[in-house]
């Protein structure tokens, strides 16, 4: 139980292009998901909190207009990267939370030209 | 906001052996301590979960112990296996948002 999906698991694209990755949470409905961002060889760092039917929450010096994050079923959350740039290239994570517990996506890999 | 602090930031083990990551946090309210193995190139795993009502939890090889006045948590695994090997996060959570913070991970590794 509790699996996370996330597609694409990877994706190449040039600069300028916009970009959407997909969270599911695939046997349990997630009132709350999460986005995160993660560099080689350091730690998550939350973007946003989503939550099912209202705006996101960004973090403080996270683009909102940039990160696009739209929660429109409790399976659902997708995040769109808008006209990315090589500096966007990065692991994005999403989870999806049941009470306290968050569980994982496999991340998606993007890399920008 | 909550500050978590991990150590060490490297563990090599021998095959067998237990491996012990010990982690701080800063905020009081603080009241859920769950721990994350995340190998190359994936999302991480819950592994175990502890909350501030509880002062050790185990689960085979695997044990978390939470000592609240001290503002500590650790996680133990035991007879250590070369699968064992990865990124091991900790990260604390309070209140309504039920945000995770997360320490700056544990790259553990197990020599045959």
């Known amino acids: 139980g509790a699996v996370v999906s996330q597609h694409p698991s990877w994706v190449i694209c040039k600069s300028g292009t916009s970009v959407k990755i997909e969270c599911r949470s695939l046997d349990f409905q997630a009132t709350t998901m999460f986005w995160y961002r993660q560099f080689p060889k350091q730690s998550l760092m939350l973007m946003a909190t989503s939550n099912e039917g209202s705006k996101a929450t960004y973090e403080q010096g996270v683009e909102k207009d940039k990160f696009l994050i739209n929660h429109a079923s409790l399976t659902l959350s997708t995040l769109t990267v808008t006209s990315a740039h090589p500096e966007d290239s990065s692991f994005y994570i999403c989870s999806a939370s049941s009470g306290d517990t968050q569980y994982f996506g496999p991340g998606t890999r993007l890399t920008v030209l | 906001g909550e500050n978590v602090e991990q150590h060490p930031s490297t563990l090599s083990v021998q095959e067998g052996d237990s491996a012990v990551i010990k982690c701080t946090y800063s905020?009081?309210?603080?009241?859920?301590f769950p721990w994350y193995k995340q190998e190359l190139g994936k999302g991480p795993q819950l592994i175990i979960d502890?909350?501030?009502?509880?002062g050790e939890k185990k689960d085979q090889r695997i044990a978390v112990t939470l000592n609240k006045t001290a503002k500590h948590f650790s996680l133990h695994i035991t007879e250590t296996q070369p699968e064992d090997s990865a990124v091991y996060f900790c990260?604390?959570?309070?209140?309504?948002?039920?945000?995770?913070?997360f320490g700056s991970g544990t790259q553990l590794t197990v020599l045959p």
């Open positions: 990260a604390a959570s309070g209140g309504s948002a039920r945000q995770l913070t």
């Open positions: 502890i909350r501030s009502n509880v």
């Open positions: 905020d009081s309210a603080s009241n859920y």
